[in-house]
């Protein structure tokens, strides 16, 4: 009978010992092990193990944790996936090149789409990584103004009347009512181009702004191409509106008064005004050809000619009689543009105001490059940027930029406990853009894992194909 109870009572502590150890294995979906780990908001850069569970970070130790699948990440870096503020193509297919650039959050900011809803409708449960958008200006304006719908391709609207054309006061309350309703569809800023916009009048501008500023939510904003005073202008209306605003692509938008347009906003921060600003590290952007922005004069406003322009992935560099023939096309033609110098673009990136955001779209090797080449230009080549200053501003400042307009960027751009587990672990001796201008859409290597939302998106440098743990990011007053 004793021995009977004896033999009872070790069979149930060792059914409580194998339960406890079953606990502690799966207490993490999975362990990143060993990694050096960067958090820019609180300066930790130290080899730690992280412990992700239910899509969220729950541990950054010291300890060696334990659970079914642990990355060994020895001598790689560990830091919070990259935020990018701008990124055009948001096909299912087109993140693919920026998760390979460790990008876990792209988002379209500057022009956003026509149809914010429609926009996210179809993204949701299909995306790899996380997304989001705007509410846009210049296709308010367009449906205002009455031109149909957007061309298959069309990043922004056409030149034509509904750009260039003022706008009567009843037009600009209808565009204001117009962002209202995509604002309350899930838009997490207001994108205008208004370079593309060229009839948009100082009114008309202020009062998009106060739309922003009622939802509180930043004006997202490619200004008019006169550097200082495009600065001037955003900031008065900024001003007097209340509206926070982020100037898009500081180094393309002002080229050589880049480092002056960054004083600039630098002293409105110093009036208390919240001015953010970002820009992408190469010297030549991208856009539209039959946009207004090539409308006549452009030359002479830009100090540019036809040969500062090419044909994406052809090299073909333009005549006047070419550049004619595609202006007055119907077909949106993507246009490198050479514009500026390699030293203003690296004192523009390393000012601490400028976030990293690509502006990216097929055709420009900023779209699958941008990021890798921030880390592998300044960060590992050069060791002009720390690596704490380049993930700063490629995840942590842009979390920091979302936060007053989306709640959920509250725990994105972190390595931290209760931070979603958006994470990006990269070799740094390999992680490196691979497309130039000749050969544009080749995706970055050296990005060994990547999570999204505690999801292995990347694991040992290859995309898992068939999973889309990515979520929107939508307005804290929208759905
Ligand atoms: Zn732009």
């Known amino acids: 009978m004793l021995r009977r109870i004896q033999v009872g009572l070790l069979a149930v502590s060792l059914a409580h010992f194998c339960a406890v150890q079953a606990s502690a294995q799966e207490r993490y979906d999975l362990v990143i092990h060993g990694g050096r780990v960067i958090d820019p908001e609180t300066s930790l850069d130290a080899v730690r193990d992280v412990g992700i569970r239910g899509g969220q970070i729950v541990a ?54 026509p149809d914010v809803r429609k926009f996210l409708d179809a993204r949701q449960g299909h995306m790899l990584i996380n997304f989001g958008t705007s509410a846009s200006h210049p296709w308010a304006r367009n449906t205002v ?12 609207p056409r030149a034509g009347p509904v750009t260039d054309n003022p706008a009567t006061l009843e037009q600009i309350h209808r565009m204001q009512q117009h962002l209202r309703d995509e604002l309350n569809a899930g838009g997490i800023g207001i994108g205008m181009g208004i370079s593309y916009t060229p009839g948009a009048s100082r009114q008309e ?126 077909k949106p033609q993507a246009i490198i543009i050479f514009n500026n110098k390699q030293e203003v673009v690296d004192e523009v990136m390393s000012n601490p105001l400028t976030m990293i955001a690509s502006d990216g779209f097929p055709g420009h090797p900023r779209n699958g490059g941008t990021f890798a080449k921030v880390y592998s230009q300044y960060v590992h080549d050069r060791r002009t940027m720390t690596l704490m200053d380049a993930i700063r501003k490629m995840s942590y400042t842009p979390a920091v930029r979302l936060e007053k307009s989306t709640a959920a960027a509250r725990k994105k751009g972190r ?65």
């Not at 701008?86 to 022009?111: C, F, N, W, Y």
């Not at 103004?145 to 922004?156: N, P, T």
């Not at 209760?418 to 000749?438: I, L």
């Open 145 to 156: 103004m009455g031109k149909g719908a957007a061309e298959e391709g069309e990043l922004v």
């Open 415 to 479: 390595l931290q406990t209760g931070a979603d587990a958006d994470v990006v672990v990269f070799d740094p001796e390999k992680f490196r853009d691979q497309s130039t201008f000749e050969k544009p859409d080749v995706p970055s290597t050296g990005v060994r894992y990547l999570l999204v939302n505690g999801t292995l998106v990347i694991d040992g440098g290859t995309i898992i194909e068939g999973i889309a743990p990515g979520r929107a990011l939508v307005g804290n007053k929208g759905r």
């Open 205 to 330: 501008i202020i009062e998009m702004f106060r739309v922003a500023a009622e939802y509180a939510v930043p004006v997202y904003v490619h200004m008019r191409g006169n550097r200082l005073e495009g600065v001037g202008e955003m900031i008065a209306a900024a001003a007097v509106t209340g509206a926070s605003l982020h100037i898009v692509h500081i180094n393309s938008s002002c080229v050589s008064d880049g480092p002056e347009c960054l004083r600039m906003v630098a002293g409105a921060r110093g009036q208390g005004l919240d001015v953010t600003t970002e820009a992408y590290p190469y010297i030549a952007g991208m856009s539209q050809i039959n946009s207004a922005l090539f409308n006549p004069g452009w030359r002479e406003k830009s100090g540019l000619d036809y040969s500062d322009l090419m044909i994406p992935n052809t090299g073909e560099r333009l005549t006047k009689e070419r550049f004619e023939q595609l202006h007055a096309s119907p």
């Open 60 to 113: 950054v130790t010291e300890k060696a944790l334990s659970a079914t699948r642990v990355i060994d990440a020895t001598g790689l870096v560990v830091a919070p996936g990259f935020i990018d503020l701008h990124q055009h193509d948001l096909s299912p297919a087109g993140v693919r090149i920026k998760a390979m650039d460790g990008v876990t959050t792209a988002l379209e900011l500057e022009i956003g789409p």
